[in-house]
């Protein structure tokens, strides 16, 4: 008679449905997850758990005792960025270089929600970038908390070093990148081609960018900005999208 509180989680089940249309296949508490149980007849070709396991889908069953291929929606990070959304970003970063607030800051929060399709939290109620008292740090910080970065460990020279070591670009045409180089006051945003490992440089609010350079002219560039502050450390963060995706388990080997 109620809708299930956990429908917003679900958005392939009816919110009305009661054990996942699975009856007697498990026990469904206040209409919360099923736990699958060790009665029933449950078998692990029937896509559940094998009989012995009694609970709630987690990861850490999933680690431990393995499902047969159980396919469930999941928010995921996507690291990829294709051709057009680098084109689109790069067009309106040069149609719009300097008529954000705080310029540099301004271009980079916008900048950053255009590739991550996330709010990064410094606009106030008419739309528009609050940005007293803020850094780059804050927009990193504020976008990893809303699960669209990465902090990446790096340090000042190092930059496209940690950028190309990165695991998780192999399947990417492009990967995005916001850095804090020269201190927290200044920010660019870095995109880097993986097939052939060019880089461009979106220096936010200078309009001194560069564009398809090689790994070692992207690095130069930054250089010469941490030498305005060579006190002062880099930090850097990979931007993502997310997405909703399908995601199957492994099979039990019994």
């Known amino acids: 008679m109620s809708v299930d509180p956990l429908a917003e ?3 392939y089940n009816s919110t009305y449905a009661f054990q996942e249309n699975k009856l007697g296949l498990g026990r469904e508490l206040e209409g919360l997850e099923t736990w699958y149980t060790n009665t029933g007849g449950t078998k692990p070709d029937e896509n559940m758990l094998a009989r012995s396991q009694v609970g709630p889908i987690n990861n850490s069953v999933i680690e431990d005792n393995g499902y047969v291929e159980y396919g469930v929606l999941k928010e ?9 959304e680098i084109e689109s970003f790069k067009n309106w970063n040069e149609n719009n270089s300097g008529i954000e607030p705080g310029e540099c800051l301004g271009m980079a929060t916008t900048g950053s929600e255009k590739l991550t399709r996330e709010d990064a939290g410094f606009r106030n109620s008419n739309g528009e970038n ?3 008292g ?6 990193g910080e504020n976008l990893e908390k809303k699960g669209v970065a990465t ?3 790096t340090s000042q020279g190092q930059e496209t070093n940690s950028i190309v070591n990165r695991s998780n670009t192999s399947n ?4 995005a990148y916001l ?6 006051y200044h920010s660019i945003i870095i995109t880097r081609q993986t097939a ?3 880089f461009s440089i979106y220096d936010q609010g200078t309009g001194w960018d560069i564009k398809s350079a090689t790994q070692r002219q992207a690095q130069s560039q930054i250089n010469d900005i941490n030498s305005h502050h060579p006190t002062w450390g880099t930090r850097l963060w990979q931007l993502n999208k997310i997405e909703i995706k399908e995601v199957r388990y492994p099979a039990i080997n019994n």
């Open 9 to 11: 989680k679900y958005p």
């Open 76 to 84: 995921v990070p996507n690291y990829n960025f294709s051709n057009d």
């Open 130 to 132: 609050f940005l007293a």
């Open 134 to 139: 803020k850094t780059v740090y804050d927009l």
């Open 151 to 153: 902090e990446i460990p």
């Open 172 to 175: 990417t045409q492009n990967t």
């Open 179 to 184: 850095a804090g180089p020269a201190g927290g």
């Open 196 to 198: 052939t490992n060019q």
